[in-house]
């Protein structure tokens, strides 16, 4: 399955009213071909006279690999969960750490998801990539 970023969006809006009461602002959410990385969540860090500032929030999903849409539903849940913390501002002791996993678990547990810290892409299909069209020289 191929997400479009409307498909994102609605996901990420379902799954922000029932997990995260509502709370977080959308994202730019965009989609990716990379190869090492089902997922990821980024921002910009600014330093302001009063600390650090965290701006313009964006999740991605890969689309290189054929998943299923609860593959792609869980990483984008597991992404969420990077920008929850990070928008809330709270202190977490490693990328993966007791916070992110404690609101993992609690999904899991709760909501029936299989949210983990990594993912394995082994055995997962590759999406047809087709090759660049070569342009053959006018003579």
């Known amino acids: 399955m191929t997400p479009t970023r409307e498909q994102m969006r609605a996901w990420f809006d379902t799954f922000n009213r029932q ?8 994202p730019r959410l965009a989609l990716g071909n990379s190869r090492t990385r ?26 290189y690999y054929d998943c299923t849409e609860r593959e792609m539903q869980t ?10 913390i990070a928008w809330k501002g709270i202190r977490d002791d490693a990328p993966h750490g007791s916070v992110f996993r404690s609101i993992m678990n609690g999904l899991n547990t709760r909501h029936g998801w299989n949210i983990s ?23």
């Open 75 to 84: 990483v984008l849940l597991h992404e969420m969960i990077h920008y929850y």
């Open 117 to 139: 810290v990594s993912a394995s892409m082994r055995g997962l299909s590759l999406i047809h990539i087709s090759e660049p069209t070569r342009r053959t020289p006018i003579s």
């Open 38 to 63: 089902l997922g990821s969540m980024s921002c910009r860090r600014r330093r302001t006279l009063t600390g650090w500032r965290l701006s313009d929030f964006a999740i991605r999903l890969s689309t």
């Open 19 to 26: 997990y995260f009461n509502g709370e977080l602002p959308l």
